[in-house]
């Protein structure tokens, strides 16, 4: 079975920094497509970060030179680097998994994971 369980999420001021993990289990981690998205209250959830599993990664816009998107394939584990966290990046962040592959230069649209985490909180205060 599947599963996907985030961590490191927490409250926090602007320009601060965290690291978020995701503990892959119940797959061959190393076939699988990976991807952080996050949502806030009253929006739409949003594609933040992916990577494929030989290490190509895509970017939204909004985070694009502050966020970093990493795996240790030894360990079946995602990261999420934040750094000058800002308060528009308040959100429930979730990382997700797909046993396809994507080709484009952007960060997939949910539909395209089949697998999710429960989320992980992230609050930044101005």
């Known amino acids: 079975q599947v599963q996907l369980v985030e961590s490191g999420g927490g409250s926090l001021q602007a320009g601060g920094s965290l690291r978020l993990s995701c503990a892959a289990s119940?797959?061959?981690?190393?076939?699988?497509?990976m991807g952080w998205f996050r949502h806030a209250p009253g929006k739409e959830r949003e594609g933040v970060a992916s990577?494929?599993?030989?290490?190509?990664?895509s970017y939204a816009g909004s985070v694009k030179g502050r966020f970093t998107i990493s795996q240790d394939i030894a360990k079946n584990t995602l990261y999420l680097q934040m750094n000058s966290l800002k308060p528009e990046d308040t959100a429930m962040y979730f990382c997700?998994?797909?046993?396809?592959?994507?080709?484009?230069?952007?960060?997939?649209?949910?539909?395209?994971?089949?697998?999710w985490g429960q989320g992980t909180q992230v609050t930044v205060s101005s």
């Open positions: 997700a998994a797909a046993n396809d592959h994507w080709y484009a230069d952007s960060v997939p649209p949910e539909e395209f994971f089949t697998y």
């Open positions: 119940g797959y061959t981690y190393s076939n699988y497509y």
């Open positions: 990577i494929t599993s030989d290490g190509s990664t």
